[in-house]
């Protein structure tokens, strides 16, 4: 149900999910893709029901919410959202600059190299093989920098498009029960953490992306699944 919906909160790689003809839908599971295939990343094993329980309670939620008091649920998903892009603003402006600097550093570099090229005091073999990094790094940077400014001006113009989401809403009164169809009609992605064991139990995250709004993070404890750990 979740194929190309859930994305691991550490490393970003789609989820994998677990399982064979002879299990039941009880013994599914997802667990990174990258800590699959190369162990790069931890498990971040969750079982499909539980998954699956988290999401419905999400959207539930959500869903409660926005009926409850539209004007509300608009107002707290506009101011949701401004904080959420503002941050992402500042980040990505914070590279660029750094990287606009690293920029200039090497046309400076580049520029003396040159100097001492004509000046005898580099060898071209060594001048050859100083230039081709320090172009090599720079022409990574066009590219980062031209993301980034596109990054920045992506996020001061983007508009919160709550009345699409609102019109899912007034579809589905009252969820009970997590269809595939339900789950592509709200859900963008499920962002699944690593689960936190440090209480003494076992405390797994998932931030729920819902389509044109975004993640909407109300109240956090609710995604949080509390359960003994046996093992
Ligand atoms: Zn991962």
Avoid at 42 to 55: F, G, K, P, T, W
Wanted: with cysteine.
């Amino acid at each position: 149900m979740f194929s190309g919906l859930a994305y691991c909160a550490d490393c970003g790689a789609k989820l994998y999910h677990c399982r064979t003809t002879s299990w039941t839908h009880e013994q599914e599971c997802y667990t990174c893709a990258s800590y699959r295939t190369k162990k790069k990343c931890s498990a971040h094993y969750i079982r499909a029901v539980v998954l699956e329980q988290l999401v419905l309670q999400n959207l539930q939620r959500v869903v409660a919410y926005a009926q409850d008091d539209e004007d509300k649920f608009v107002r707290c998903v506009m101011e949701n959202k401004t904080a959420l892009q503002r941050t992402e603003q500042k980040r990505a402006k914070r590279k660029l600059d750094k990287q606009e600097r690293r920029f200039n550093e090497l046309d400076a570099i580049i520029q003396r190299l040159y100097e001492d090229r004509v000046t005898g005091t580099l060898s071209a073999e060594r001048f050859a093989k100083l230039s081709e990094g320090y172009e090599k790094e720079q022409a990574a940077l066009k590219q980062s920098i031209a993301e980034l400014q596109s990054v920045v001006a992506v996020a001061e113009t983007q508009t919160v498009s709550i009345k699409s989401f609102l019109k899912i809403v007034k579809k589905y009164t009252e969820p009970t029960e997590l269809t595939p169809a339900l789950l592509r009609e709200f859900v963008e992605k499920v962002v699944v953490h690593a689960p936190d064991k440090s209480s003494g139990h076992r405390i797994q995250r998932i931030d729920v992306h819902y389509n044109f709004i975004g993640e909407v993070d109300f109240s956090p404890e609710f995604s949080w699944y509390h359960k003994k750990t046996t093992a």
